[in-house]
């Protein structure tokens, strides 16, 4: 069988199972499972698939049917200006949060080797994008997983930051090393009552790292508790929120001595990140 042929059979399978993306994903499957990029693919459609590799694409394509997200099947997703290894342990980094980077790289655009905390590091990509734009930053992240942690070793080693870089597995009432001049946190923070909703979108990814309680905010509350204690004066917190959770966060802010700086939009124009200042 050609290229052309698998590509057309791989989206008909996946049009039968209702994945939107059809046309994309075969695509991407198919680079995969030949270890070529799309433009190879593209430029070769008349190309025969050895048979080896076609049953490769053939489960991949199977594995996509049930809906498991794409960057676990490839086990990379890109982030901000890096590509990130994820797999099933991690929750898979979304471009919402990339507002995170982008405001915490304005806030310490002349900054000198600070210390920060990434809270509940996952895949890292929070943290290490950050480490890789400031040279001098030492960075520490904490994970409840283990699993997790792997993955952020992984990911600070392929990016060359490992020398930078001290991981813990704690959870955070648990974690008391250190002072840090910024934090930095996307914690759990969906409705345990949501998740089950959602489950088509997120039900392959950890819930762990989506599962913020009965009203959303229990990990967020524990995430400014800490902080609280672990930020020097004057330090920053910048925090990943809900889409319907700001009043709450920044009362919760307040009433642990945070200065409410700045509130900022996802690319759905709903409220994303909040970032305040320890006073
Ligand atoms: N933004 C993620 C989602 O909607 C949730 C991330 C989180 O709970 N921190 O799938």
Redesign the pocket.
């Known amino acids: 069988m050609d290229i052309q042929s698998a590509l057309k059979k791989g989206q008909s399978i996946l049009i039968d199972n209702n994945i939107i993306s059809a046309k994309l994903d075969s695509e991407i499957l198919m680079s995969q499972a030949v270890r070529k990029n799309k433009e190879f693919i593209i430029l070769n459609l008349n190309k025969e698939i050895k048979k080896k590799d076609l049953e490769y694409f053939d489960n991949l394509i199977q594995e996509r049917a049930k809906s498991r997200p794409i960057a676990q099947i490839i086990k990379k997703k890109d982030f901000w200006k890096y590509e990130f290894v994820v797999n099933n342990n991690v929750?898979i980094p979304?471009p919402?949060t990339e507002i995170l980077i982008e405001q915490t790289l304005k806030l310490v655009k002349n900054k000198n080797r600070l210390q920060i905390l990434d809270i509940g590091i996952g895949s890292g990509c929070i943290l290490m994008s950050i480490l890789k734009e400031k040279k001098n930053f030492i960075g520490t992240g904490i994970d409840i997983s283990n699993k997790s942690l792997q993955i952020s070793k992984v990911n600070s080693q392929k990016l060359k930051i490992s020398n930078r870089l001290r991981l813990f597995k704690s959870n955070i009432d648990n974690f008391n090393t250190g002072k840090y001049d910024l934090i930095i946190s996307?914690?759990?923070?969906?409705k345990k009552s949501d998740l089950k909703c959602?489950e088509k979108?997120?039900g392959f990814e950890p819930k762990q790292?989506?599962d913020?309680g009965f009203d959303g905010l229990s990990e967020i509350r524990k995430v400014i508790n800490k902080s609280s204690e672990l930020i020097k004066k004057n330090g920053h917190l910048v925090l990943?929120i809900g889409f319907d959770q700001k009043y709450e966060v920044k009362n919760i802010l307040r009433n642990k001595g945070f200065y409410i700086k700045k509130t900022f939009k996802d690319l759905s124009n709903h409220d994303r990140c909040i970032v305040s200042i320890k006073i």
């Open positions: 929750l979304r919402d996307n914690p759990p923070y969906i959602l979108d997120i790292a989506l913020g990943e």
